[in-house]
């Protein structure tokens, strides 16, 4: 079975500096995406940047970056240089090749203070 | 291009009344998920639609149902409303819902049940 683990209910980090959220993952699959969303208390889910399990390098996307280390299972969101707007939950995911669906963690929720 | 759009946005129902949601994904997407949110149980995929065809469900009971149509908008039905179906409900699209393929989120549809 399929699993996303984040381990960190909520964090702080001060506005300008940056910030990692923990992802680990668990699958027999050997072809898998995993993915970071960023959901704001308006609810909609955003995507910010995905990995796949034989990508050779991390994924970045502006100030996310995406620290993938396949042989401990984990896929740890990095943001730089945090802003007030990053003040969000953010949700690890994961699909697997012909899965057809995707599996999310509980969530980290960022407080970002000035 | 437009993003995946839900309506209603909000709704409330009183217990034992049917709801239809409904989901348009973004163009050219023809795979779509529906997942439900509540606090208690965080994310949990409902089912996943491709070319009009239901190609994974979760583990809900059968007063959930869905379909997708020819143009991909896809619509899902709760009957017999009870109290713990209060949720948010995203819909997300992506290209063929494969497992390297993002899936792009609606604003959801806020369900309350009295």
């Known amino acids: 079975a399929q699993k996303i683990t984040q381990t960190q209910p909520g964090m702080f980090v001060q506005e300008k500096e940056a910030v990692t959220l923990d992802c680990t993952y668990d699958?027999?699959?050997?072809?898998?995406?995993l993915f970071w969303y960023k959901q704001p208390s308006s609810g909609e889910m955003i995507f910010l940047i995905y990995?796949?399990?034989?990508?050779?390098q991390n994924a970045t996307e502006g100030r996310y970056s995406l620290n993938f280390q396949k042989a401990r299972k984990s896929a740890n969101l990095v943001i730089s240089a945090s802003q007030l707007g990053d003040s969000a939950m953010y949700f690890c995911a994961m699909r697997v090749a012909g899965g057809f669906k995707t599996i999310f963690g509980a969530g980290t929720r960022l407080f970002v203070k000035a | 291009k437009a993003g995946v759009t839900q309506t209603p946005r909000y709704l409330i129902k009183t217990r034992g009344q049917q709801v239809t949601l409904s989901c348009s994904p973004i163009s050219g997407h023809r795979s779509v998920s529906w997942y439900q949110q509540t606090p208690g149980q965080g994310l949990q995929f409902l089912f996943e639609y491709f070319s009009e065809t239901q190609r994974n469900k979760g583990n809900f009971p059968g007063r959930f149902s869905g379909r997708q149509f020819s143009n991909s908008r896809s619509e899902m039905n709760v009957s017999t409303l009870e109290l713990g179906d209060s949720a948010l409900y995203l819909c997300?699209?992506?290209?063929?819902?494969?497992?390297?393929?993002?899936?792009?989120f609606g604003p959801g549809t806020r369900l309350t049940v009295l």
């Open positions: 699958t027999s699959d050997p072809s898998y995406g």
């Open positions: 990995q796949g399990s034989y990508d050779q």
């Open positions: 997300a699209s992506s290209i063929q819902g494969a497992g390297t393929d993002t899936q792009y």
